[in-house]
């Protein structure tokens, strides 16, 4: 990454308190899945363009801009990884654990 990069101890004096453990947690999960960028960034769109978020007046349009990043993310993946069908559906589930540990955050 060419990004900031933090420790535990930075993240939890950041505010991040019990969030830090979670989120490293989080991060380690991401590592058998070796993701190369190109995934990253489609999870990461997949993620932030969300029809279920709360007060969207248009949800239904959220959702059909989301569509395409998820067929082309389970496209590449069966590309990238012929012999593994799981890893489309494993990398989607990622969401999930992402979303729990932001709605204990909030």
């Known amino acids: 990454s060419d990004g900031l990069t933090l420790n535990r101890t930075?993240?939890?004096?950041?505010?991040?308190?019990?969030?830090?453990?979670?989120?490293?947690?989080?991060?380690?999960?991401?590592?058998?899945?070796?993701?190369d960028d190109a995934e990253t960034g489609l999870l990461s769109a997949i993620c932030l363009i969300c029809g279920d978020r709360q007060d969207l007046e248009q949800p239904d349009k959220v959702d059909k801009l989301q569509e395409p990043l998820l067929e082309a993310l389970k496209i590449y993946v069966r590309k990238r990884r012929p012999n593994k069908p799981h890893m489309f559906p494993k990398m989607l589930m990622k969401i999930t654990d992402l979303r729990s540990i932001s709605a204990k955050g909030e």
């Open 10 to 35: 930075q993240m939890h004096n950041a505010g991040f308190g019990p969030l830090t453990d979670l989120v490293f947690a989080f991060a380690n999960q991401l590592l058998p899945l070796e993701m």
